[in-house]
């Protein structure tokens, strides 16, 4: 028995060779990538959340072997979006769009520096704003790229998944008022 004696096991020394792997740094913690704070009208921002849902299915279904986890992410998204436009739309300066909507929606989200720098440099040469190219990018790239049928079908399996989850909450609460949810 000790008695107030701290008793010191010695450890084998740890080598380099002893370490777990070091994980890789993230591009955000390597500085690749740039915090964007951005005012988007409400219809973009579901529609781009709709195009990462939907990439999160296919994901999903995808065998592990050949799944992106980065793919089906927002950070990817918006970074396709803003490269799609300035390879595509670049010469067309967008159109100036009305001050803020009630509707429209804040949002922070990150995106590749290279790809921020370059969205930069262009709205310097256009004499607009960098969010309102980014807004610009983000928009045009929904009207191109995410069909209206998917952003549609979406809002249906919101609706019938909510009224199921009613339906469900019902029932615990009272079997007897779940058989018509409605009245």
Not at 11 to 32: N, V
Not at 95 to 118: G, H, V, Y
Request: charged share 30%; glycine share 2%.
């Amino acid at each position: 028995m000790t008695c107030g004696h701290a008793t010191r096991v010695m450890m084998p020394e740890r080598t380099k060779e002893a370490r777990a792997p070091a994980r890789p740094r993230s591009a955000r913690s390597r500085g690749l990538r740039t915090l964007q704070h951005q005012t988007l009208p409400a219809a973009t921002h579901f529609a781009i959340d709709t195009e990462v849902w939907f990439r999160s299915l296919i994901a999903q279904a995808a065998a592990r072997a050949t799944r992106d986890p980065r793919w089906a992410t927002k950070d990817q998204v918006h970074d396709e979006a803003i490269a799609w436009f300035l390879e595509h739309c670049a010469e067309r300066p967008p159109q100036p769009r009305a001050m803020r909507r009630s509707s429209d929606e804040d949002l922070t989200f990150w995106i590749d520096s290279k790809l921020m720098e370059r969205a930069r440099r262009l709205a310097l040469r256009q004499g607009i704003r960098l969010a309102q190219l980014i807004e610009a990018a983000l928009t045009a790239y929904v009207g191109q790229r995410v069909p209206e049928e998917l952003v549609a079908f979406r809002r249906r399996v919101q609706q019938e998944a909510a009224r199921l989850y009613q339906a469900r909450s019902l029932q615990i609460m009272d079997p007897a008022q779940a058989k018509n949810p409605r009245g």
